[in-house]
C-alpha cells in the first residue's frame, strides 16, 4: 500500500536538502541577464488561483519582445483576443498571486517569476505592446517577489525540442475534441474554423472571428 507523504520532514526525509546553488540563486528583482531572457521569450506560462485555492495555467504567447520589463520589479504582459473565458484574469480579482515560466525556443532551461498580479486598462505603456495593429486593452502587470532560473533537466528529459524524438500525432484533431462537448457547429465546419489559416488571420482580432 503505498505511503501518503504529510509533511515537509517526511518530505526531506526523501528528497534530502537542496544544494546551495539552487538556494541562492532566487532573487527579489530582475537582472540584466533576466532582461534578455524575457526579451527573447515569446511564450509564457502563467499560473494563478481563486480565492478557495482552485488553480488555473494560461499559456500566451506573442512575438519575442511583447513582454515589457518596466522596471528591475515590474513586468507587463498584454492581454490578446481569446476565448473570452478570462479564467487566469477571474483569478487574479479574488487571488493577485501569480507565478510565470519564460521559455525561449531551444533553450533547455526556462525563468521562473513569482509575484503579485493586477489587471489594468489602457495603460500608458500599451501602444509599446501593438502587434499587428492590435494594441492591449488589458495588461497584466507583476510586481516580481521572487525571480532564478530553472536548470534543464526536464527539457532534456522530454525531448521537447528535439523532433527527431517527437511522438507521431494521431490525436483527434482539436475540431474533434471540441465537437464532444459543443453542437453548435458540425465537426467538418469546426475542422474549418480551427485550420491554422482561420486561427492565424483572427488571433489579433483584425478579422470577425
Known sequence: ??????????LREVVGEPVRRAVVKQRDRLDDVDRAFIAASPFQMIATSDATG????????????????????????PDRPGNRR?????NILENPHVGLIFLVPRRHDTLRVNGTARLLLDP???????????VPQIV????VEEVFTH??????RSDLWKPEAWP??????????????????????????????NTRSIMYGTTPP
Open 151 to 156: 536548470c534543464a533537466k526536464a527539457f532534456l
Open 168 to 197: 507521431t500525432d494521431d490525436l483527434p484533431s482539436i475540431a474533434q475534441m471540441a465537437a464532444r462537448t459543443t453542437d453548435d457547429m458540425t465537426v467538418a465546419q469546426m475542422e474549418a474554423y480551427y485550420t491554422e489559416e
Open 86 to 90: 478570462v479564467d487566469g484574469f477571474a
Open 124 to 134: 500608458p505603456y500599451a501602444e509599446r505592446m501593438r502587434h499587428r495593429g492590435h
Open 54 to 77: 482552485r488553480v488555473d495555467v494560461s499559456p500566451k504567447g506573442d512575438p519575442a519582445g511583447s513582454v515589457l520589463v518596466l522596471d528591475d520589479h515590474t513586468l507587463a504582459v
Open 1 to 10: 500500500m503505498s505511503e501518503q507523504i504529510t509533511s515537509l520532514g517526511q
Open 140 to 143: 497584466l502587470e507583476v510586481t
